[in-house]
């Protein structure tokens, strides 16, 4: 995982007398291996130290990967200084490091002239999996997939919204998922209609369609699911829509190419269901990035020019909601690669009972 | 819940032309009711404004208190100054406020001469509970407490700690929790002197002890939890230290009283320990609050003056870890009173099979 460390330091163009610092464990995990999620690491040329306080030195020692220095502090703010003391310029997460936290850096290392936004760059080197990514996140799919089918031989009328949560959470740390990778979605209904209606004590009735959206962690990778569950029988409208939904979302998969930019493929799911005309109740984006965090770049949205490149993984999960109705919506995880997306999810899209 | 507000308006003596302004998820909740997660409030002396975006104004005006005004933005950068016209001063969470947002605030209200740090005024305040704060954390340690009493059906040797952690996290949302109040930990024999070992593939052995840490989330509130599991016979000493841990946590709980400071309540375990000659691998503080998050303050450790005042809801739950050998912890939630502490929680300390 050197490499990411290098690729790092070239989209900066780390010279000398420049350093990168991040405390956010995202990057952490991504940049050394550490999944303890609380140290300071710090990034240049020529050297990659890793900072972490008593409660982290053996794990540290243990996960990270080579070339990554790790360095036991005990009072951070008397000892980061002596590891930034030919630092010019510093890379930080403008986005995440706070104002209390760069006041601090002012004071102690005032030798330091300018602060710079690392942010971008690193989002957009998290975007672009590698094949060890790939894994992880299929590994995370396949416990999730299993847990839903699983948890699919409880469903009937009667049982509740927290039930069936209750089952998926259960069966995904039973598979080998750390935990869930968000809240689950159980919305049956018209609690459908709200795109993120968490589980709740109503029960499923006959004649319901049910939103599921979840997802597994493993090993610090999520994956995120949504499938239609159709209880017994349900309306022509609600049949109508589901299968509208569905054509989207095919439509989406089958027509994204690389390297189309994010709304672009947004467009083409939309513009489906413009032709159904039902693209006003499709109220948010088509899809996000997803890896470490559950929503990573890109933002597969209408507004969004980012390429999508090859590797990059994401969802594709078109909605159409119903006020006081029902919701619908349909949710899988692709990569992109030379010639178009592949699904790395492969459940059915609709399940009846 | 409006007197919330009003004590804080007391304590940052908020005069004309000062407000208060926060986007921290766990004030938006307390200060207004509102559980989306996402949104700017702005606080002066006469007006309480709550800005969200279309996602979630319909769930704010349902869920907050009388008196907070809720308004929908579209464009927050351009529509923020509109509400700090007035403003010469401002207020803000400088732990958790960016780089980037206060460079941005800066830029467009730049008519704003001071910005101060409000950070200690908001978790001093939420340290102490109110009745119905109160009663959401008894329901969130009952939630956890019944689920703890299912799980331990399932609890003989050759089942893993993972399959502990999936019974306790189903059972939590099955009794009305709606998800775990922090990764279930759940360390057996060796494991178990890792103060933080989360359930793992390990195997439970008979003659082992198991350190099982767990809490619930309920309506936004938390409980936390430890409890020993004794599987079989075990060793002569790890019997001690389990006798010497409930000893020093039982005696911290008849003498911790109103208005002792956190490092007094602390000592009272410590030199219990101590007296065992036990305290070295006491690694950890005593306790901690909870409430909105499952760490609040006040940190009870042999560092802090803090004043552990009536109605401070917090752990007391001392651990001695041998490393390679086995660890122990006891932990209740307790309630501080002007009598001494009355613990919320009620199971049994040590179960055994």
Redesign the interface.
């Given at each position: 995982m050197r490499e990411r460390v290098e690729t790092l330091r070239q989209r900066l163009n780390l010279v000398e007398g420049e350093a990168y610092l991040t405390t956010t464990s995202h990057h952490l995990y991504y940049l050394t291996g550490f999944t303890g999620g609380e140290g300071y690491l710090i990034i240049t040329g020529e050297s990659i130290k890793l900072l972490v306080d008593g409660?982290y030195t053996t794990q540290a020692a243990d996960e990270v990967w080579d070339g990554v220095e790790v360095i036991l502090f005990t009072k951070i703010w008397e000892e980061l200084p002596s590891y930034l003391k030919e630092i010019k310029k510093l890379w930080?997460e403008?986005?995440?490091?706070?104002?209390?936290f760069?006041?601090k850096l002012r004071e102690i290392v005032p030798w330091i002239e300018t602060?710079s936004?690392a942010?971008e760059y690193l989002y957009k080197m998290r975007m672009v999996k590698d094949e060890y990514e790939r894994t992880l996140i299929e590994k995370a799919i396949d416990i999730a997939q299993n847990a839903f089918l699983k948890t699919l031989e409880i469903i009937r009328p009667g049982v509740t919204e927290?039930?069936i949560?209750?089952?998926l959470?259960?069966?995904m740390?039973?598979l080998?998922g750390?935990?869930?990778s968000f809240?689950i979605i159980v919305a049956s209904g018209y609690r459908g209609a709200l795109?993120?209606g968490?589980?709740s004590?109503k029960k499923v009735k006959e004649g319901e369609v049910i939103v599921i959206d979840w997802g597994a962690f493993y090993k610090g990778y999520v994956s995120d699911l949504t499938r239609m569950v159709v209880v017994g029988k349900i309306s022509e409208k609600a049949e109508e829509v589901l299968q509208a939904v569905k054509g989207a979302q095919e439509t989406a998969i089958r027509g994204a190419k690389c390297c189309m930019t994010a709304k672009e493929i947004d467009a083409l799911a939309r513009n489906y269901l413009k032709d159904k005309g039902l693209a006003e109740y499709f109220t948010h984006s088509l899809g996000h990035g997803i890896g470490i965090e559950i929503h990573e770049m890109p933002r597969v949205s209408y507004m969004s020019d980012e390429i999508i490149d090859k590797n990059i993984i994401f969802t594709i999960e078109p909605g159409v909601y119903l006020p006081g109705e029902f919701g619908v919506r349909i949710e899988d995880d692709v990569m992109m690669t030379e010639n178009g997306v592949i699904v790395l999810s492969s459940l059915d899209k609709i399940f009846r009972l």
């Open positions: 409660r930080i403008e986005n995440v490091i706070t104002v209390k760069i006041n602060f936004g942010d927290r039930d949560a209750s089952e959470c259960y069966h740390r039973r080998g750390d935990k869930e809240d795109p993120h968490v589980a004590d």
